[in-house]
């Protein structure tokens, strides 16, 4: 998905590094932040379990570009994400 490749994106603010990659913790308060949508929460989830680490949200996803794009949105405007330049 070529358009995508610009939104590389990284959650806000400094999150403990889990020792365990598999076992991270998702704050309640995005969870049941009612502005947030299902994907934009499942897309918030995937950031913190990257360890923080930029993603490039369209890498091997299945979902329509334009839902990702809205996803993406969400978290922005929601002090969730940044976007970052890779």
Known sequence: MTSG????????GVRAV?????????PDSALSDPRLSLAA?????????YQS???DPYDDAIEDEADIR???????????????ER
């Not at 490749?5 to 806000?12: K, L, Q």
């Not at 809205?70 to 970052?84: F, K, P, T």
């Open 53 to 55: 680490q930029p993603i």
């Open 70 to 84: 809205a996803a993406i949105e969400e978290l922005i405007e929601s002090g969730y994400a940044v976007r970052v």
């Open 5 to 12: 490749r610009s939104d590389w994106i990284a959650p806000t």
């Open 41 to 49: 929460k499942g897309l918030y989830a995937l950031l913190l379990a």
């Open 18 to 26: 889990e020792v365990d990659a598999l076992d991270t913790a998702i």
